[in-house]
């Protein structure tokens, strides 16, 4: 069955930096946008990046802007996020999730709500310490 698997969370100071990776299995997602959600406790899920299909064009939000980046290794099947100057309000637990069918939309269409995306991860969980 298709499956994402997240890794990489962990405790870390505020400043600091973590990368979250997202493998995935079952199936390829070559041709998926890929996004990275967080939430935390008592506040809805989040978008914190996303990528096309082609790696040709990325979303962030400006709480996280200039601190993630999001890149992807087809070869790999694998999504990554660099995250770092962490803060404390970065504290949540983060998932992967895949949107197959973004590319209809547009080679360049980067899915910014939940319901657009098919799969998802169990999540991994990131706490920043200050």
């Known amino acids: 069955q298709v499956q994402l698997v997240e890794s990489g969370g962990g405790l870390v100071q505020a400043g600091g930096s973590l990368r979250l990776s997202c493998a995935a299995s079952g199936r390829t997602f070559s041709g998926a946008a890929m996004g990275w959600f967080r939430q935390a406790p008592g506040k809805e899920r989040e978008l914190v990046a996303a990528i096309n299909w082609s790696s040709t064009n990325t979303y962030y939000p400006e709480s996280v802007k200039g601190r993630f980046t999001i890149s992807r290794d087809k070869a790999k099947n694998t999504v990554y996020l660099q995250m770092i100057n962490l803060k404390p309000e970065d504290t949540a637990v983060y998932y992967c999730?895949?949107?197959?069918?973004?590319?209809?939309?547009?080679?360049?269409?980067?899915?910014?709500?939940?319901?657009?995306?098919?799969?998802w991860g169990q999540g991994t969980q990131v706490t920043v310490s200050s």
């Open positions: 999730a895949a949107a197959p069918g973004a590319f209809i939309t547009g080679n360049n269409y980067v899915p910014r709500s939940r319901n657009e995306y098919t799969y």
